[in-house]
């Protein structure tokens, strides 16, 4: 397609060298950097705006890049004061369409990322305004213009492949990233899980126009997909789709479970097999050969490694000498597009490719269905209704609801469980990415919301006379969303309680508030014994859970909310984390790496215990106000639980432990460097010198006050939390 107002620009600026390119980004997200980086890269490009409706972080990308402030907080008011050529449109997807057309009605080209459009009929507007003003719009296909890619294809077209005959373009992805999983505001999921075909929705485009590239406009096409339990509420993780082409069959495989994550198109040739991996920017290629299968073996596996090797050297001397960058097929994409409006000529990606990946992506969520998250709460199937229900008993005599809060979690999930055998009522409190399977076949209630929001917070506590609170941040990520969560939500958690007439609360603290660094190794710790003076030093998890407690604390001295503080060991069990970085590191199913002595005493506590001390805490009322440590009474050794641990798997296995003195000097040399970088380290010579500390726990008030006791002992516990994960790993 060549438009005649391209025509007519080529006329007035022929013998004037190629047109200067006037850039505006749209959305100052994490992938704006790419953009910002290849267009400034673009010798004729100058970005004359940054928009973002959060304008600071517009700002901060100017700062990162070195640009003049032309930030702004709407396209409207960067149109009033700048005219650009050429817009990029990164905003979330369901902001594409009136974005996209306002820029075009601007006389503005536009470059929008994937997907487009939340639908075929969206994508083809934006076509259609854009033709009929006379601008060019492309989408950003960019694995079809990873170099690699860009070989492959110049194969095809040169005939070497010959036929294409079948085409498998395989996606992985790893969803364990802040797009996925993090709340952008209080209580609010991410933009990506609100597409039509949730998370999928962003990613099939990669994969899809690849496939599509080669097998041709699709005669029909099959797709089916399945839940593994990696995404939120049984949303698809897995998606497979079969295309008859008119070109070419194939197969489209998307998948959040299989690892390695890879990423690789494979074309079947009549002439030759060609496998390109993304991931490593590399390809071979296996031609047919008529050679004995006694050479043509060897000759197949000496071929392909040497077509690895040298690619991979290639590359590597590439990147060092700035030529291969990473994202390189996004930056080809954007400078072809530039080029495409200086010289007039057809984007690098037509507008019927763009069309018949949208068309093909609306037929899948037809097949498929679209899921749809549900944030309503969801009651029992044989609900006990409300306490009205038992108007007819005596109000001692009535099951208490208990609300758990960071239900979800190892803990909470065990709890409610337990409380549900013991006779209590049951409400669970979980954030809306949080998985409920382990609750979903429990009748219990269960209300999405968060610590830190106050509205879904108080409609969770309201009706209840009892809480477990066990919400708190544990992903030792910023200490401003440690605090937020853990302090400010135990905060509204006591308050709202006080209000609601809650008459007993549990709060689950931790055995990290203590002061390591001063106690003597071997020390009994008891109570009352000094909290940790440098919490900062000890790391994000410490500090979080110590300030929490000391304003808990406060909240008991100064309120009449009967509240118990326990502070558990490190707690185990059929379903919890089986190694732990106090116990060591798994290198490869059967090497361990540990760190410090062999005779370490592990704090554990087993799962059943540490319920028992909280049925116990809810149900003594002399609890009220005091804290308990809450520990097993037989001390594990660090030696003992991986020789269990690697007797259990079978095989044979091996432990490594490095000394202390190693580590310690090692820790020192990564504070050196992170203090040159200007990086936080993440261990400290403090904090390693707290956590390889070995300390016995003084649990004998919980015994006198509660009647507790470490019922189930160490050697059980080790056995049944082992023969669990054993289950697990043959699965």
């Known amino acids: 397609m060549r438009f005649a107002a391209y025509e007519r620009l080529l006329t007035t600026t ?39 409706t959060e304008r600071e972080r517009a700002r901060r990308r100017a700062a990162q890049f070195q640009i003049p402030d032309c930030s702004y907080p709407h396209l409207s008011e960067l149109f009033l004061f700048r005219k650009p050529k050429v817009v990029h449109v990164l905003t979330p997807p369901a902001t594409h369409l009136p974005l996209v057309l306002e820029c075009i009605e601007a006389g503005c080209h536009v470059l929008v990322e994937k997907p487009a459009g939340l639908n075929y009929q969206q994508v083809k507007t934006m076509f259609k305004v854009a033709e009929e003003r006379g601008v060019f719009l492309c989408v950003d296909h960019n694995h079809c213009f990873d170099p690699c890619m860009i070989e492959v294809k110049k194969m095809v077209e040169r005939g070497d492949i010959g036929e294409i005959i079948y085409v498998e373009s395989y996606y992985g992805w790893n969803p364990d990233i802040a797009a996925v999983r993090s709340y952008p505001k209080v209580n609010q999921i991410p933009w990506i899980h609100t597409l039509p075909g949730g998370v999928l929705h962003d990613l099939i485009t990669h994969p899809l126009a690849l496939l599509l590239e080669y097998t041709g406009l699709p005669r029909e096409i099959k797709a089916i997909s399945r839940s593994l339990g990696t995404l939120p509420q049984g949303q698809p993780d897995e998606l497979r789709i079969l295309c008859d082409g008119s070109k070419a069959m194939g197969i489209l495989a998307i998948s959040f479970n299989a690892k390695p994550f890879l990423h690789y198109l494979n074309l079947f040739g009549s002439e030759m097999f060609v496998q390109v991996n993304f991931n490593t920017m590399t390809y071979y290629t296996q031609p047919s050969r008529k050679l004995p299968k006694a050479i043509g073996k060897p000759l197949l596996n000496l071929e392909q490694s040497w077509q690895l090797a040298s690619r991979t050297l290639i590359n590597t001397a590439r990147f060092l000498t700035g030529r291969l960058k990473s994202y390189h097929g996004m930056r080809t994409l954007i400078h072809r597009f530039y080029q495409s409006i200086q010289r007039g000529e057809e984007p690098p990606v037509s507008q019927e490719q763009c069309l018949q990946v949208a068309r093909v992506i609306d037929q899948v969520w037809e097949q498929i269905g679209s899921r749809k998250m549900s944030f309503s709460p969801i009651f029992p199937r044989q609900s006990p209704a409300p306490s009205s229900c038992y108007s007819y008993l005596s109000k001692s005599q009535r099951p208490s609801r208990v609300l758990i809060t960071g239900a979800s979690g190892f803990l909470g999930h065990h709890l409610a469980r337990r409380l549900l055998r013991e006779g209590y009522l049951v409400r669970a409190l979980v954030r809306k990415l949080s998985p409920i399977e382990k609750l979903g076949d429990l009748d219990l209630e269960i209300f999405f919301g968060d610590v830190r929001d106050e509205d879904s917070l108080r409609a969770a506590i309201q009706g209840v006379e009892m809480i477990v609170h066990a919400a708190a941040d544990t992903s030792g990520g910023r200490l401003e969303d440690a605090l937020e969560t853990t302090v400010n939500g135990s905060r509204n958690v006591l308050c709202l309680a006080q209000q609601e007439g809650v008459r007993k609360l549990v709060y689950i603290s931790s055995l990290s508030v203590y002061d390591y660094s001063r106690l003597p190794a071997g020390h009994l710790i008891r109570e009352e014994d000094a909290l940790e003076a440098n919490p900062k030093k000890r790391g994000v998890y410490t500090c979080s859970k110590l300030e929490a407690e000391k304003m808990v604390q406060r909240f008991i001295r100064e309120n009449n909310l009967p509240v118990v503080i326990l502070r558990p060991g490190t707690i185990y069990g059929p379903g919890g984390a089986v190694l732990t970085p106090m116990i060591g590191y798994a290198l490869s199913k059967n090497f361990i790496l540990a760190i410090g002595r062999k005779g370490f005493k592990l704090p554990l506590v087993y799962i059943d215990n540490l319920l028992d001390a909280i049925v116990l805490s809810l149900e003594n009322d002399k609890a009220a106000g005091k804290i308990y440590n809450i520990v097993d009474d037989e001390p594990v050794s660090k030696h003992v639980y991986i ?89």
């Open 14 to 52: 022929r013998g004037r060298g190629e047109i200067s390119m006037d850039i505006a980004i749209v959305g100052c997200g994490e992938i704006s950097t790419k953009h910002i980086q290849f267009a400034l890269d673009y010798p004729e490009a100058n970005i004359v705006g940054l928009v973002d």
């Open 643 to 731: 020789q269990r641990y690697l007797c259990k798997r079978g095989k044979g296995g091996h432990v490594v432990y490095l000394p202390y003195a190693l580590v310690y000097s090692l820790t020192f040399g990564l504070e050196l460097l992170s203090k040159i970088m200007h990086k936080e380290p993440f261990l400290t010579r403090y904090r390693l010198a707290a956590s390889c500390k070995s300390f016995l726990f003084d649990t004998s008030k919980a015994k006198q006050d509660l009647g507790w006791s470490s019922r189930i002992p160490a050697r059980e516990g080790l056995e049944n939390t082992l023969t669990w994960s054993k289950n697990v790993w043959a699965c």
